[in-house]
Each structure stands twice: as structure tokens, then as C-alpha cells.
């Protein structure tokens, strides 16, 4: 199975982003649908828009160049006037001739179709997006839309950036659209986006959709920029995470200004707009290139790559700085860079072998791929293909390509965090391991001295008392027992089994010291409470061995456990010799080279506890307490 799921999950992503495609190319497209203008005439008798949908008038516009046409009823068209050239949006006007002279950029005049066949008395609607640069719609005789302000003068013209839905209610069964349009400012003049009509309810769902659609890839675009950017703020030796932040940034400003035209809700400064539209069409391939180079090849020439981000940022500030029409006239060279170096990108992810890219990244390279072809093929329909700037596919491809990226670092994350895990478990073994291994030799920690000395203490008192002498061989064979019980691979123990351990080894203590030694307990939780073997043990004999032994004299050990708010506290004290503040500070380090408090301090760490706590005075008192947790 778990071979298995990453193979699902990688299906299941192709089918939904393909969905995601594929889908929105139904929903904005109509290529299908059969009903084109021809030299400004468009018969609708036989078009069903109920059944069909909502139409884009992307046929023959009659165009007449620096004329601005009186707005008319069919009956009144005269026909003397005759277009200059037959126009197809979204090719403009430049790209046409009048009078034998090619029309320029800049100047006036008017767009003309005539619908026949329409169903009268039936709400209509039309989409009519910002056009170059001002624009006045006409239906018959009648303003419907206006976007600026059309002039035959430049000084009298005025240019905003504003999409209009219009309604309106035909009469009869002709129609006359009447676009009047003059550009001053743009390179190219004329009608760049043919509009779109349908009925009441397809425009206002379309418009619905679309603000919907473009208000959520704006959300996704946000909230990826800010977890890409943050996490590189934490991480900024991946640059990669700040190239797909840059990315998400390119992406989000071309939302703004295309679709649903949402910049037009906060602005509709033409040359903050115009700025966005070439420097996001400047930055993204390289941003990409950047993205790919660092995320799988790392092998194309940084010279190179950084030759080409001093050329775009350098054309970024011509963009800022020019008049507009000087560097829109080269839009075509921007085209030709876009495709390029997008084509350039797939080139070099399907080049074989390994000359762009190491071993290890095949998996991660087929979801690159697929990001950036989506990209790359929706760009090529928007640049090509696209007649509306309502069918622009380029944020959708992008959309798709931000799954298969976020795709590809989640697979890489959960990889790297199932590496941590498994290295996590196998330190957490080998510590475990550690730290057994130290309580066997605290088991097993017997010193000679101590043996011998608790032999002629028994000794001794074998000629006075039989029977006490019998006893302490008992203790000191259950304390060795106990001590050297190497299989054991328990961790906790009772309370009983503990205190019964602290009392043999006290009872042979107080063999050898007699009434130097008191011993006392308080104990105040039941004796079936469980806790690490041998936690209490090592603490009274260092009590007696540091503290009480060295006081003449002696001195009383006490041992006190009960329950306190965060658990059960053990404190261990005595009135013995005490320590200086120096040698409090260096206990641990004393005992490095053995495994007593050391031990006892690494195991209740380990075990997530806050370790020992000793306090101590010189010549008065030595306390060392723990608390384990509940």
C-alpha cells in the first residue's frame, strides 16, 4: 500500500489539475460555436444563445480610420460609406491600411457591426473590456458605455482603464454597434478585445464567475507569496523559496488587469496598469528560469543568469520611466521573448541525460514539467490564439503550475521529515542504549572498598550479634542481587521495590558508621507508584558518602516523596558536610567519568523532566530534588 499511494496521489493531481484546464478553456471558449461576422454583418437568426451561450463578436468589424461615424438605426446606414479595411479584433488598427498608407498608432475612428436576425424583446447583454485607449459604445442611436474620453484632438482625449457590462432590450430584429475610439498614448490604437454578447443572465453569470474565479487565485497567489516569504525569511539559503514568492507576486498583479479587471476597483491609471502588464510579462520567464536552475539543475551558467537579470531590471526601469507608446511599440519583442525563453525552459527539462539535471530529481522534474508547460501552453493560447482578454489562461496555467510546484516541495518536505523522524528514533535508540547501558554500570558499580568495607563491618559484628550479622549478609546479598541484575530490561519499578533497595544499602551503611548515620523517610504517595529503576538510590548514598561520612560526628538523611500540582516530588537531603557554591556548579562535571547523579540527571531529562535541583550550603545542608510529572 504504501508503495501504491504516491502513485494514486500523483494520478489523482494530474486528473484534477487537468480538470482545472480543461474546464475553464469550456467554460471561456467558443470556437465551437457557429456564428461569425463577415465584412460587419452577423446573422443571428439561426444562433441559439440559450443553447449555444454567450458570443464573442471576434469576426469582420467594419472600420473606418479618422472618421467618428454618427451613430445610426440600420435603415439609416448610408451606403456611401464605405470601411476603409474590415477589421478582426484583437488585431489593431495598425496593422492595416488606408488609402494605401499604413494607419498609425496614434489617431481616431470608428467600429461598426451590424447584428440581423436578433430575437426582439429579450433582455441582452454585452461585456466590452478597456480598449486602446478610449472608447464610446453605441447601440442604434444610443451611449451605452463609455471609457474615457474619445477626441480628435490628443489634447481633448482622455484615457482610464474600465470595463462595462451593459443591458439592453432589442426592439427589432437589426441591431447597429457603434464603437467610436482614439488612442494617444499606446503604440497600437483600435479594438484589441472584441466584445462579448449574450444574454442578461449569461453576462452577469459570466461576470460572476469570473470575479469569483479571479478573487480566488488572487487569495491563492496571497496566501502562497506569504508562506513562501516567510519560510525563506527563515531559511534564506534557499533562494528558491523566494523566486516562487516572486512568482506569486507576477502571477497576482496579472489578475489585477486582466479577467475581471479587479485593479479597476482601486485605480485606473493606464500607466500603472500598462507598467504592470510588460514588467510581469518581463520578470516571469526569468523568475522561472531562476526557479528551475535552483530547485533542480544548479548547472546553468550563473554569468549568464545574472546577465539577464541585469537586462530586465534594467528594461523594467525604461518601462517605469518611458513615454508609454515608445516601449509598447516593441510588444512583439516581448512576445518573441516570452516564447523563447519559456520554450527555452521546457528544452532544457527534456534535455536527456545529465547535463542539467543530477540524479535524484526525476520525479520532482516531471511535476516541473508539467507546472511549466501548463504555463507555457496557456501563455502561447493567450498570445496566439486568445480573441477576449476575458479568456486570458495564462493565471490559470500558472494556478496549476503552483499545485504541481507546492506538489513537489510537499513530497520534498515530507521526505526530509521522514528522514528527521527516522533519524530522530534511531538517536532516541541509541541514547535509550546509552543510558541502559550507564544503569547497568550503576548497577553494577560495587567499588572494592565499599564490599570490603561492609564485609568487616559484618565481621564484627558476627563475634557480638549472630543474628544481625545474618541479617546484613541477607542485605548486602539482596543489594549485590539487585546491583548486578544485567537482564533486566525494565525501566520503571515500584516505589516498594526502591525503598526496600535504599533500605538494605542504608542498613549496611549503619554497619559500618552505627549511630553516625540516621536515616528517616516520609513518604506520602502510595508504594505502587511507578518510577525509573534506581533513581532514588544513587542520591542517599551520595548523601551518606559526601555529605554525612565526611561530618564528624555525622548526620541525619532524610528522604522525603509526596504530591505536589505538577507531579510527585523525591527530595533527598542531609545536614552533612555541604559544598561550596564552586563545587555546586561543577557536580555534573565531577561526575562525568562516573554514571551517579550524572546518570540519574540524563535519565530524567531524557524522560522529560526539568533534571535534578541541589541546593547546598557549606558545613550546614545538601538538598537534591526531582519531580516526575504525572
Known amino acids: 500500500m504504501q508503495r501504491i499511494r504516491p502513485v494514486l496521489l500523483r494520478v489523482l493531481f494530474l486528473l484534477l489539475t487537468s480538470i482545472i484546464l480543461i474546464s475553464n478553456f469550456n467554460i471561456l471558449d467558443n470556437s465551437e460555436r457557429h456564428a461569425v461576422a463577415e465584412k460587419g454583418y452577423l446573422d443571428l437568426s439561426h444562433y441559439d444563445f440559450e443553447k449555444e451561450g454567450i458570443l464573442c463578436l471576434d469576426g469582420e468589424w467594419q472600420f473606418y480610420s479618422d472618421r467618428l461615424l454618427e451613430p445610426v438605426h440600420h435603415a439609416d446606414i448610408k451606403a456611401a460609406e464605405k470601411p476603409d479595411v474590415y477589421s478582426t479584433p484583437p488585431t489593431t488598427w495598425n496593422y492595416y491600411e488606408a488609402g494605401g498608407k499604413p494607419i498609425p498608432g496614434f489617431g481616431y475612428g470608428t467600429y461598426r457591426m451590424i447584428l440581423t436576425g436578433v430575437t426582439p424583446d429579450i433582455p441582452m447583454a454585452i461585456k466590452m473590456l478597456p480598449q486602446s485607449t478610449a472608447f464610446d459604445l453605441y447601440i442604434n442611436h444610443m451611449l451605452m458605455a463609455k471609457n474615457g474620453v474619445v477626441a480628435k484632438d490628443q489634447k481633448d482625449s482622455e484615457v482610464v482603464y474600465h470595463p462595462d457590462s451593459i443591458q439592453f432590450i432589442p426592439r427589432t430584429t437589426e441591431l447597429v454597434i457603434t464603437i467610436h475610439i482614439s488612442n494617444y498614448v499606446y503604440a497600437r490604437g483600435g479594438l484589441w478585445d472584441a466584445p462579448t454578447i449574450g444574454t442578461k443572465e449569461q453576462i452577469a453569470s459570466l461576470d460572476e464567475y469570473v470575479l469569483h474565479r479571479d478573487l480566488f487565485l488572487q487569495g491563492c497567489y496571497c496566501i502562497a507569496f506569504l508562506l513562501f516569504f516567510v519560510i525563506y525569511i527563515n531559511r534564506p539559503s534557499n533562494r528558491s523559496l523566494l523566486y516562487f514568492a516572486m512568482l506569486c507576486v507576477v502571477a497576482a498583479a496579472r489578475v489585477l488587469i486582466y479577467g475581471g479587471h479587479l485593479i479597476a476597483q482601486y485605480t485606473e491609471n493606464f500607466r500603472l496598469i500598462t507598467f504592470i502588464e510588460y514588467g510581469t510579462r518581463l520578470w516571469f520567464p526569468l523568475l522561472l528560469l531562476l526557479l528551475l536552475n535552483e530547485e533542480l539543475s544548479g548547472k546553468l551558467s550563473r554569468k549568464l543568469l545574472s546577465t539577464l537579470t541585469l537586462l530586465i531590471s534594467a528594461l523594467t526601469v525604461a518601462v517605469a520611466v518611458l513615454p508609454i507608446h515608445v516601449f509598447t511599440a516593441y510588444a512583439r519583442v516581448l512576445i518573441a521573448y516570452d516564447f523563447i525563453l519559456g520554450l527555452a525552459v521546457l528544452v532544457i527539462m527534456l534535455w536527456p541525460g545529465e547535463r542539467f539535471f543530477p540524479k535524484g530529481t526525476n520525479k520532482s522534474k516531471v511535476f516541473f514539467f508539467y507546472g511549466n508547460a501548463a504555463i507555457f501552453g496557456c501563455a502561447v493560447y493567450d498570445m496566439f490564439f ?196 564552586e563545587k555546586l556548579s561543577e557536580v555534573f562535571d565531577e561526575e562525568s567519568k562516573g554514571v551517579g547523579l550524572k546518570n540519574v540527571q540524563d535519565r530524567l531529562v531524557h524522560s522529560g523532566g526539568a533534571g535534578l535541583v541541589i541546593e547546598s550550603v557549606m558545613n550546614e545542608y545538601t538538598m537534591v530534588s526531582f519531580t516526575i510529572k504525572n
Open 386 to 581: 486568445a480573441t477576449s482578454a476575458y479568456i486570458e489562461m495564462f493565471h490559470i496555467g500558472f494556478f496549476v503550475a503552483l499545485l504541481a510546484f507546492a506538489f513537489v516541495l510537499a513530497i520534498t518536505y515530507a521526505d526530509a521529515l521522514t528522514d528527521c523522524e527516522d533519524a530522530l528514533r534511531k538517536l532516541e535508540i541509541e541514547s535509550d542504549r546509552k543510558l541502559q547501558t550507564e544503569l547497568k554500570l550503576l548497577h553494577s558499580q560495587i567499588r572494592p572498598h565499599f564490599l570490603y568495607n561492609a564485609l568487616s563491618a559484618i565481621a564484627n559484628v558476627c563475634g557480638k550479634d549472630s543474628k544481625k550479622a545474618e541479617q546484613l549478609i541477607l542485605d548486602l546479598a539482596y543489594f549485590m542481587q539487585t546491583s548486578f541484575d544485567f537482564n533486566s530490561h525494565e525501566k520503571l519499578t515500584t516505589l516498594e521495590n526502591e525503598l526496600e533497595y535504599i533500605r538494605k544499602y542504608v542498613q549496611i551503611e549503619k554497619a559500618r558508621f552505627g549511630e553516625k548515620v540516621t536515616y528517616t523517610e516520609q513518604i506520602e504517595v502510595p508504594l505502587t507508584t511507578q518510577l525509573p529503576r534506581l533513581i532514588i538510590e544513587p542520591l542517599v548514598e551520595n548523601a551518606i558518602r559526601h555529605g554525612i561520612s565526611k561530618k564528624k560526628g555525622g548526620g541525619e538523611v532524610r528522604l522525603r516523596i509526596c504530591k505536589v500540582p505538577e507531579g510527585i516530588l523525591v527530595e533527598v537531603s542531609d545536614n552533612g558536610a555541604g559544598m561550596t557554591g
